[in-house]
């Protein structure tokens, strides 16, 4: 059984940094890409980040590119995003997910995750 479990969301001031983390378990990890999508109160879930399953490829949203990282652990089966300069509008819960192509560069559509994790709450206050 595949789980993804996020930790790391907290409250903070904006411009604070954050790092998120996710420890996957129940597949062999290294084999897919990962990614970090966010949904905010009233919004519609939206693509923030994803890595290749190398972690030589990374693609952000527009609106976190600088300031966000993601990376990766293939052998600590651990996907992260490192979040700095936070900003009010980065307040959402933010969820891990797991591609469902192997080997494939990742995408930015959540039809493309087949596993996601139960999600961390991130608020960023003024």
């Known amino acids: 059984q595949v789980q993804l479990v996020e930790s790391g969301g907290g409250l903070v001031q904006a411009g604070d940094s954050l790092r998120l983390s996710c420890a996957a378990s129940?597949?062999?990890?290294?084999?897919?890409?990962m990614a970090w999508f966010r949904q905010a109160p009233g919004k519609e879930r939206e693509f923030v980040a994803a890595?290749?399953?190398?972690?030589?490829?990374?693609y952000y949203a527009d609106s976190v590119k600088g300031r966000f990282t993601i990376s990766r652990d293939n052998a600590k089966n651990m996907v992260f995003l490192q979040m700095n300069s936070l900003k009010l509008e980065d307040t959402a819960v933010y969820y891990c997910?797991?591609?469902?192509?192997?080997?494939?560069?990742?995408?930015?559509?959540?039809?493309?995750?087949?596993?996601w994790g139960q999600g961390t709450q991130v608020t960023v206050s003024s």
């Open positions: 890595i290749s399953w190398s972690g030589g490829s990374t």
């Open positions: 129940g597949r062999t990890f290294s084999r897919y890409p």
């Open positions: 997910a797991s591609d469902s192509r192997s080997y494939q560069a990742p995408g930015t559509w959540m039809d493309e995750y087949d596993y």
